[in-house]
Nanobody
Framework: QVQLVESGGGLVQAGGSLRLSCAAS????????MGWYRQPPGKQRELVATFTTGGGTNYADSVKGRFTISRDNAKNTVDLQMNRLNPEDKAVYYC??????????????WGQGTQVTVPT
């Protein structure tokens, strides 16, 4: 099994910054894909930022230039630095990892979610 633990959410005023972190542990041979998604109130879950299998990054248009995804392969962590936050960024943020386990089994996992609130 693989466990994902997220941290760093909270309430921040418009224009402020937050940094989210996600740490993976458990039966991991290799982390294949790491990324962040969010679910705004009353809306579907959407992609925020991911690392692609080719090593590049992919961002939602709404966060380009404001958010930065980073990773530490040695620690199996993925972070999301969020700057210039605005009320439209209010959501529950989830990290998402796809891993190859020592058995060769490939599976995807979601974090428990962390709330980000930006008051209007």
């Amino acid at each position: 099994q693989v466990q994902l633990v997220e941290s760093g959410g909270g309430l921040v005023q418009a224009g402020g910054s937050l940094r989210l972190s996600c740490a993976a542990s458990g039966s991991i041979f290799r982390v294949n894909v790491m990324g962040w998604y969010r679910q705004p109130p009353g809306k579907q879950r959407e992609l925020v930022a991911t690392f692609t299998t080719g090593g590049g990054t992919n961002y939602a248009d709404s966060v380009k230039g404001r958010f930065t995804i980073s990773r530490d392969n040695a620690k199996n962590t993925v972070d999301l630095q969020m700057n210039r936050l605005n009320p439209e960024d209010k959501a529950v943020y989830y990290c998402r990892l796809t891993v190859t386990q020592p058995t060769g089994f490939i599976a995807g996992y979601w974090g428990q979610g962390t709330q980000v609130t930006v008051p209007t």
